[in-house]
């Protein structure tokens, strides 16, 4: 049987490839009632992220510039949506 492997959308920034490469990792998620970018915190889908970003870097990028980025955006995101209330 044959597998198809789903081909990423075009993205038109750099920022906007890495958190797509970080949401298919699953090394982020979105806050459902905000949409703020969070950290999940796992290390796994932060490899499997950079993992992708080495070996599928967008066309005219090189893997270093991509992991770049990526280490640049899961710097800028928190692990809390600054909207949502804090629990307590």
């Given at each position: 049987?044959?597998?198809?492997?789903?081909?990423?959308?075009?993205?038109?920034?750099l920022?906007?490839?890495?958190?797509?490469?970080?949401?298919?990792?699953?090394?982020?998620?979105?806050?459902?009632?905000?949409?703020?970018?969070?950290?999940?915190?796992?290390?796994?889908?932060?490899?499997?992220?950079?993992?992708?970003?080495?070996?599928?870097?967008?066309a005219?990028?090189?893997?270093?510039?991509?992991?770049?980025?990526?280490?640049?955006?899961?710097?800028?995101?928190?692990?809390?949506?600054?909207?949502?209330?804090?629990?307590?």
């Open positions: 049987m044959l597998m198809f492997k789903e081909k990423r959308p075009a993205i038109r920034t920022r906007g490839w890495a958190i797509a490469v970080l949401q298919e990792a699953g090394a982020i998620r979105e806050c459902e009632e905000h949409g703020w970018m969070l950290d999940r915190a796992d290390p796994h889908a932060r490899e499997r992220a950079f993992d992708i970003a080495r070996q599928d870097p967008p005219g990028i090189s893997s270093a510039d991509g992991i770049a980025e990526l280490r640049d955006v899961l710097e800028s995101i928190g692990d809390t949506c600054p909207e949502c209330p804090a629990e307590q």
